[in-house]
């Protein structure tokens, strides 16, 4: 079936370290890529999304590559902040007319100062 | 700015009451939306597919008839928590489908709604 993995977390950095979460999905056909982040107590937003292989999306320094080889859609950051503690959420959408998000688990990354 | 509202963001009920939430999509026309049920320190868990102008399609353990669900116009859906208990309290979340099917879709999500059962 269609499935989202992400890694286990929490992950925990100091500021300005180097972040990767990794994502890899399962699914039929050419999917879109999204990533979300959850700030505490808030809802979803759109962090970045691809639409097909070898798209790279980015936004705030945040940037994520769809690699349809590897099935995979790491979230990346060369040099975090404290605001970015927050949970992230890899998802995938398949290109079919009414279908719904397939989330991961969601990641918490928590960065230090 | 935000492309789907969700009102309230926050509400506190009495145990046998009902409670509506409401999505509404701000800038586009939503055939689709989906209602999420999230827990403290947990994942989004679909709870349902809402078509506009039908009946909504629930996902496996979703009780419909609790969670009412109406999608009565392109911009506006609802979900109605009929006879409230303690442990219906969470975090719902909605969310719309913009576009139709091919690269260009994108699904935008609403700020939220706490729902707290006392």
């Known amino acids: 079936g269609n499935s989202v993995t992400q890694m286990e977390g929490p992950v925990t950095l100091s500021e300005e370290a180097f972040l990767t979460i990794n994502c890899t999905y399962t699914?039929?056909?050419?999917?879109?890529l999204f990533w979300y982040v959850q700030y505490p107590g808030e809802g979803l937003q759109l962090l970045l999304k691809?639409?097909?292989?070898?798209d790279k999306g980015s936004n705030k320094g945040f940037e994520a590559t769809y690699r349809k080889e590897t099935t995979s859609f790491h979230l990346e950051k060369g040099s975090v902040q404290v605001s970015d503690s927050a949970v992230y959420f890899c998802?995938?959408?398949?290109?079919?007319?009414?279908?719904?998000?397939?989330f991961g688990k969601g990641t918490t990354l928590s960065v230090s100062s | 700015g935000a492309v789907v509202s969700q009102h309230p963001s926050r509400v506190i009920c009495k145990s046998g009451t009902s409670v509506k939430i409401e999505c509404r999509s701000l800038?586009?026309?939503?055939?689709?939306m989906f209602w999420y049920r999230q827990f403290p320190k947990k994942s989004l868990m679909l709870m349902a597919t809402?078509?506009?102008?039908?009946?909504?399609?629930?996902e496996q353990g979703v009780e419909k008839d609790k969670f009412l669900i109406n999608h009565a116009s392109l911009t506006l859906s609802t979900l109605t928590v009929t006879s409230a208990h303690p442990e219906d309290s969470s975090f719902y979340i909605c969310?719309?489908?913009?576009?139709?099917?091919?690269?260009?879709?994108?699904?935008?999500f609403g700020e939220g709604s706490w729902l707290t059962v006392v």
């Open positions: 800038d586009f026309q939503a055939t689709t």
């Open positions: 969310s719309a489908r913009s576009g139709f099917v091919g690269s260009g879709n994108t699904i935008y």
């Open positions: 699914a039929t056909g050419y999917p879109s």
């Open positions: 809402s078509n506009e102008g039908s009946k909504a399609t629930y």
């Open positions: 998802a995938l959408l398949l290109n079919q007319a009414g279908t719904a998000l397939i």
């Open positions: 691809a639409t097909k292989a070898d």
